[in-house]
């Protein structure tokens, strides 16, 4: 305490420690605000408390299909095989047809990252694709449909008889 011309005694204002508690304040609001902003911002969005963690079904819109076509017998000159977007997986060679257990994203690459974008076309129940490949370390398939090569989740297909051929 100090004690002033007129005998009054006036407590001295610590402007230090004023300073500091208003660094303090600052830097607390500062870091409150980032991690506000990182969780209403985040890429997945809000987590659901419905969503079950463990699938990764695509969610699915009906779409009309088209019949799959045989693929013809090769002639004399061997047809180009078409391009393939394995992203480095090995696929075991497999000579089976499947069809999708339900509707079903046909990707053309085995990943779901880019979303909707790699959708081909959804199979149906009941339309069946040549599977060409399986890939057991990642779970997915390949399987080839009107020339092209497409992929998806092995668990959501399901092997079928060879199909016959409509007159």
């Keep these: 305490m100090k004690q002033n ?8 204002t610590d402007f230090g420690a004023i300073f500091i508690g208003a ?19 985040s890429e997945q969005g809000p987590i659901q408390a419905d969503t079950p963690v463990s ?18 017998e090769p002639t004399s000159s061997p047809t180009p095989e078409p391009a393939s977007n394995d992203l480095g997986m090995n696929f075991e060679p497999v ?15 085995p990943s779901t990252g880019q979303g909707d974008a790699t959708v081909v076309v ?5 339309d069946a694709i040549p599977r060409v490949g399986i890939c057991e370390e990642t ?9 092209q090569y497409v992929y998806a989740v092995t668990s959501y297909m399901e092997e079928v008889d060879v ?3 409509q007159e």
Excluded at 5 to 12: L, T
Excluded at 62 to 69: G, N
Excluded at 140 to 147: A, E, I, R, V
């Design 139 to 147: 779970g997915w398939s390949k399987m080839l449909y009107n020339g």
């Design 95 to 109: 000579s089976d047809y499947v069809t999708a257990k339900n509707k079903t994203n046909l990707r053309s690459e």
């Design 163 to 165: 199909p016959t051929q």
């Design 55 to 72: 699938s990764i079904q695509d969610v699915v819109e009906p779409v009309k299909t088209t019949e799959p076509t045989a693929s013809p």
């Design 122 to 126: 959804k199979l149906n129940n009941g």
């Design 23 to 41: 660094i303090a304040c600052i830097i607390f609001v500062v870091v409150f605000c980032f991690v506000v902003w990182n969780v209403t911002h």
């Design 5 to 12: 011309n007129n005998g009054y005694k006036s407590e001295q």
